[in-house]
Nanobody, 124 residues
Framework: QVQLVESGGGLVQAGGSLRLSCAAS????????MGWFRQAPGKERDLVAE???????SYADSVKGRFTISRDIAKNTVYLEMNSLKPEDTAVYYCTATSSTFFPSTNWPLYNYRGQGTQVTVSS
């Protein structure tokens, strides 16, 4: 059974920083691409950042230069470092894993495994 467990969400003021973590169980971690999606109320779920098994990264235009995705193979953990946060970054953030080799894998259905989500709220 593969599990993805997110942590690190919370409330932060605009301009602040948060780091999300996602601990992965099972043998998928080293061979799967990992992604962070987010969904704000009344909006579609969008890919924020992706990192392949080889370390290649992709970001949504709205977060480029502010967010950084990384992975620690030894710890089976993927991170999303979020800086210069804006109120529009407020959303539920989901950790995901995909066996797709298409890059970037921007479609939610491509992701085989998904976490429960963690709330990020940025106050103005």
């Amino acid at each position: 059974q593969v599990q993805l467990v997110e942590s690190g969400g919370g409330l932060v003021q605009a301009g602040g920083s948060l780091r999300l973590s996602c601990a992965a169980s099972g043998r998928i971690f080293s061979s799967y691409a990992m992604g962070w999606f987010r969904q704000a109320p009344g909006k579609e779920r969008d890919l924020v950042a992706e990192i392949t098994s080889g370390g290649k990264t992709s970001y949504a235009d709205s977060v480029k230069g502010r967010f950084t995705i990384s992975r620690d193979i030894a710890k089976n953990t993927v991170y999303l470092e979020m800086n210069s946060l804006k109120p529009e970054d407020t959303a539920v953030y989901y950790c995901t894993a995909t066996s797709s080799t298409f890059f970037p894998s921007t479609n939610w259905p491509l992701y085989n495994y998904r976490g429960q989500g963690t709330q990020v709220t940025v106050s103005s």
